[in-house]
């Protein structure tokens, strides 16, 4: 069945540095690949999100890149700070009717000061 | 304030009994959706509604019942014959491709 593979499924780094979350997704038909952050006892708040016709998308310290012959988009985030610190999921989607989210498991980063 | 509404934010339930989760939103979507969170692994659908008195099985239905009788509402009910039912569940909407999600239930098999 389609499925989302998320890497790592935890990540520290020191304040400041840079933090990479990658994932692969198995449905050729996916176009959409939005990128979530979860705090801790709340609700998935989107960040940034790419479509199939873009290769890369950048929002101040975050970017995400797409490489859709290999099934590949990434999470890059610069100078990362303590309040970057949550999980991060990655999903995919196609407009097979009804858009229907194919999520990764997730990743905890941990920013440390 | 627009927004996905969920309640209570914390449930407790005895084995056996059914427990209803209430969702409602005020951003005029008509998708809406249920998914389940268990630690290490990815929101998992439940059911999702695509316009009122109409709803889907996701991939994980069996002990889940749901109803859409309202654009507003779409509450969840976790039935005495969900063996595993602690976990976190989440509610969103859908504007354009963009998921709008809840703040999340808590449910606790006591």
């Known amino acids: 069945g389609e499925n989302v593979e998320q890497h790592p499924s935890t990540l520290s780094v020191q304040e400041g540095d840079s933090a990479v979350i990658k994932c692969t997704y198995s449905?050729?038909?996916?176009?959409?690949f939005p990128w979530y952050k979860q705090e801790l006892g709340k609700g998935p708040q989107l960040i940034i999100d790419?479509?199939?016709?873009?290769g890369e998308k950048k929002d101040q310290r975050i970017a995400v890149t797409l490489n859709k012959t290999a099934k590949h988009f990434s999470l890059h985030i610069t100078e990362t700070q303590p309040e970057d610190s949550a999980v991060y999921f990655c999903a995919a989607s196609s407009r097979t009717g009804t858009y229907k989210y194919i999520f990764g498991t997730g990743t905890r980063l941990k920013v440390l000061a | 304030d627009g927004g996905i509404t969920q309640s209570p934010k914390y449930l407790f339930r005895k084995e056996g009994q059914n427990v209803t989760l209430s969702c409602e939103q005020n951003l005029n979507h008509d998708a809406m959706y249920w998914y389940r969170q268990d630690p290490g692994q990815g929101l998992r659908l439940i059911y999702y509604s695509q316009i009122v008195n109409d709803f889907q099985k996701g991939d994980i239905a069996e002990g889940y019942s749901v109803s859409r009788e309202k654009k507003e509402s779409f509450p969840l009910t976790v039935t005495s014959a969900q063996k595993n039912p602690t976990a976190f569940y989440l509610c969103?909407?859908?504007?354009?491709?963009?998921?709008?999600f809840g703040q999340g239930t808590r449910l606790t098999v006591v």
């Open positions: 449905d050729s038909a996916s176009n959409y």
């Open positions: 969103a909407s859908l504007r354009g491709t963009e998921a709008f």
């Open positions: 790419i479509r199939s016709n873009v």
